[in-house]
């Protein structure tokens, strides 16, 4: 075989098992077909064989979802690539700038889940416990991350997702959250402005890897309304969360 060649039933295995990936749960062999827009037949065939290698496992619904092995490959990957110890001289480079506490979040099954965070000094300071999780739709790293998913699996968390109203400012409507995603999309940053909790306000930038469009998490910056007023927001925090996101992800790169 020529070094040139591409084997299209690889590329095609490959693209089935990066959609359950970015799927976070298991799906019909119907809608996955769909998504990855390879004939049904030729995914059942392929699917199959990521069954029995252990990648991909078959739920008593009939369903294709992540399988064992593909855990295990992901404790060996994590252990390779430590994203935490990559990204933490950003969170304290901003913490050092503006004092506020700091964010590594990444989504998990559709929820954020805090990797990382450098705290401020402050008294009054903003504290998510690393490892807990919460909301995307009403939290500025999730919406961040929303915002960069592809357009069937936004319909998919708008059409399942129970949307709860934390404050008066929650976007409980999935339309109006929709047009939301657009415009973080646009601008490269999204803002929580007490649509979680009264009295505070967020700003998070995603940050990429591989070719610059592999979306790995966010970077985020709370804190309360007293200190973090809409003009800070606008001259100090914007700039400097966009600036980190984009340093990282030019570091995350591949050239």
Same mark, same amino acid.
């Given at each position: 075989?020529?070094?040139?060649?591409?084997?299209?039933?690889?590329?095609?295995?490959?693209? @089935?098992?990066?959609?359950?990936?970015?799927?976070?749960?298991?799906?019909?062999?119907?809608?996955?077909?769909?998504?990855?827009?390879?004939? @049904?037949?030729?995914?059942?065939?392929?699917?199959?064989?990521?069954?029995?290698?252990?990648?991909?496992?078959?739920?008593?619904?009939?369903?294709?979802?992540?399988?064992?092995?593909?855990?295990?490959?992901? +404790?060996?990957?994590?252990?390779?690539?430590?994203?935490?110890?990559?990204?933490?001289?950003?969170?304290?480079?901003?913490?050092?700038?503006? +004092?506020?506490?700091?964010?590594?979040?990444?989504?998990?099954?559709?929820?954020?889940?805090?990797?990382?965070?450098?705290?401020?000094?402050?008294?009054?300071?903003?504290?998510?416990?690393?490892?807990?999780?919460?909301?995307?739709?009403?939290?500025?790293?999730?919406?961040?991350?929303?915002?960069?998913?592809?357009? $069937?699996?936004?319909? !998919?968390?708008?059409?399942?997702?129970?949307?709860?109203?934390?404050?008066?400012?929650?976007?409980?409507?999935?339309?109006?959250?929709?047009?939301?995603?657009?415009?973080?999309?646009?601008?490269? !940053?999204?803002?929580?402005?007490?649509?979680?909790?009264?009295?505070?306000?967020?700003?998070?930038?995603?940050?990429?890897?591989?070719?610059? $469009?592999?979306?790995?998490?966010?970077?985020?910056?709370?804190?309360?309304?007293?200190?973090?007023?809409?003009?800070?927001?606008?001259?100090?925090?914007?700039?400097?969360?966009?600036?980190?996101?984009?340093?990282?992800?030019?570091?995350?790169?591949?050239?």
């Amino acid at each position: 075989m020529n070094r040139g060649t591409v084997v299209r039933s690889v590329v095609k295995a490959v693209k @089935i098992y990066e959609e359950l990936v970015k799927a976070g749960s298991p799906l019909p062999l119907s809608t996955l077909s769909k998504r990855v827009g390879i004939n @049904i037949s030729t995914v059942h065939r392929l699917v199959n064989t990521l069954v029995d290698m252990g990648y991909v496992e078959q739920d008593e619904d009939g369903n294709y979802g992540l399988g064992l092995h593909s855990f295990e490959m992901a +404790n060996i990957i994590t252990r390779k690539f430590d994203i935490k110890k990559l990204v933490r001289p950003y969170l304290k480079e901003i913490v050092e700038s503006c +004092n506020e506490t700091c964010n590594l979040v990444v989504m998990e099954n559709y929820e954020v889940v805090y990797l990382d965070q450098v705290e401020s000094t402050n008294m009054v300071r903003m504290f998510a416990s690393v490892g807990s999780r919460g909301p995307a739709y009403c939290t500025g790293s999730g919406k961040a991350l929303l915002a960069y998913l592809d357009e $069937d699996e936004i319909d !998919y968390y708008l059409k399942v997702t129970d949307f709860k109203r934390y404050t008066d400012n929650t976007i409980t409507e999935p339309d109006e959250l929709k047009k939301e995603l657009a415009n973080i999309r646009e601008q490269g !940053y999204a803002l929580d402005l007490e649509e979680m909790e009264l009295g505070v306000r967020c700003v998070a930038a995603p940050f990429f890897g591989g070719d610059g $469009d592999k979306l790995l998490g966010a970077i985020s910056v709370s804190g309360p309304c007293t200190r973090i007023t809409m003009d800070y927001l606008e001259d100090v925090l914007i700039p400097l969360v966009t600036e980190k996101a984009g340093q990282l992800t030019e570091k995350l790169t591949v050239a």
